[in-house]
């Protein structure tokens, strides 16, 4: 297979899906089937990262690209420090998912998004918060969760929904 056909394939596909579809490329093709040295380095530009231990930061980053989907906003933006509602909120959605899954690993989340760990910790608790009595907000975490679900990162999945079950039933014992 040529790089211009995969190109011409990968172009159609959301961006928080490509490294699914080169995978699942990969796995159709087969091993007998030969791709050119062009097409192979096309397709080692989708790193395909399924357990945050593997590539802490491409990890991070694949979070925060859904993240910015879902909160129709620019990755660098929220990386700049831009204060306007959906940069922090996708900021907040982000670091929650990435704390949720890594354990507490509030070094690497601090160095990846230059922040200070009482800072993070402080958007972690308004995040729960917000899940736990916004209805919408809550919504769009189950969306970012559907899209990384999409990608095969089962160790956010399984974060997320017991997280959000949880949040959702105190949610509901208020209503």
């Known amino acids: 297979m040529k790089h211009a056909n995969i190109e011409a394939l990968v172009e ?7 490294a699914a579809f080169v995978s699942q490329l990969i796995e159709t093709l087969g091993m007998d089937h030969h791709l ?3 097409a192979f380095d096309y397709m080692s530009k989708y ?9 802490p930061n491409a990890f991070m980053t694949k979070i925060l690209q859904a993240c910015c989907e879902e909160f129709a906003v620019n990755p660098e933006d929220v990386m ?8 922090v909120e996708a900021k907040r959605m982000w670091m929650f998912l990435v704390e949720g ?6 070094d690497n989340i601090a160095q990846f998004i230059k922040m200070d760990k009482s800072s ?4 972690i608790n308004k995040t729960k918060s917000f899940i736990e009595t916004n209805r919408k907000y809550s919504d769009k975490a189950k969306s970012i ?11 956010v999945v399984d974060f997320f929904i017991q997280e959000i079950n949880y949040l959702q039933r105190s949610l509901n014992k208020k209503k």
């Open 101 to 106: 899954v890594m354990s507490n690993d509030f």
């Open 145 to 155: 969760v559907d899209k990384l679900q999409a990608e095969g990162m089962s160790e």
């Open 120 to 123: 993070i910790k402080y958007h």
């Open 47 to 55: 790193p395909i990262v399924k357990k945050w231990r593997d590539n």
């Open 80 to 87: 700049s420090g831009n204060r306007s509602g959906n940069h």
């Open 12 to 18: 159609y596909v959301k961006p928080y899906q490509k």
């Open 36 to 38: 050119s040295l062009e």
